[in-house]
């Protein structure tokens, strides 16, 4: 199995970036699908981006489509994103998650292994 220790959360104004970064360790990191979710307060965890097992392969929720950008290094074993334009609404715990597939997926059920989350606060 796989370990995953994400950090890079914070609190940014509006407008601002944060790269969070996803630790990976155990089981070869390059046999996994990962993605990156979100919860906010009072809400369902929701998917934000998927990157296939090569890197080769991404996907984004619509919300974040042209500010985020998930990227991973398979010899530091370490997933990425890079969080651009925040808006108020970004803010959540954002949780990395990995998937014994090559085949990318947007559903959390799909994703066995998780991080403890980090949080991301944007102020207005």
């Known amino acids: 199995q796989v370990q995953l220790v994400e950090s890079g959360g914070g609190l940014v104004q509006a407008g601002g970036s944060l790269r969070l970064s996803c630790a990976a360790s155990g089981r070869t990191f390059s046999g996994y699908t990962m993605g990156w979710f979100r919860q906010a307060p009072g809400k369902e965890r929701e998917f934000v981006a998927t990157i296939s097992d090569s890197g080769g392969i991404t996907a984004y929720a619509g919300s974040v489509k042209g500010r985020f950008t998930i990227s991973r290094d398979n010899v530091k074993n370490t997933l990425y994103l890079q969080m651009n334009s925040l808006k108020p609404e970004d803010t959540a715990v954002y949780y990395c998650?990995?998937?014994?597939?090559?085949?990318?997926?947007?559903?959390?059920?799909?994703?066995?292994?998780w991080g403890q989350g980090t949080q991301v606060t944007v102020s207005s």
């Open positions: 998650a990995a998937r014994l597939s090559p085949w990318n997926s947007d559903a959390r059920r799909d994703y066995g292994y």
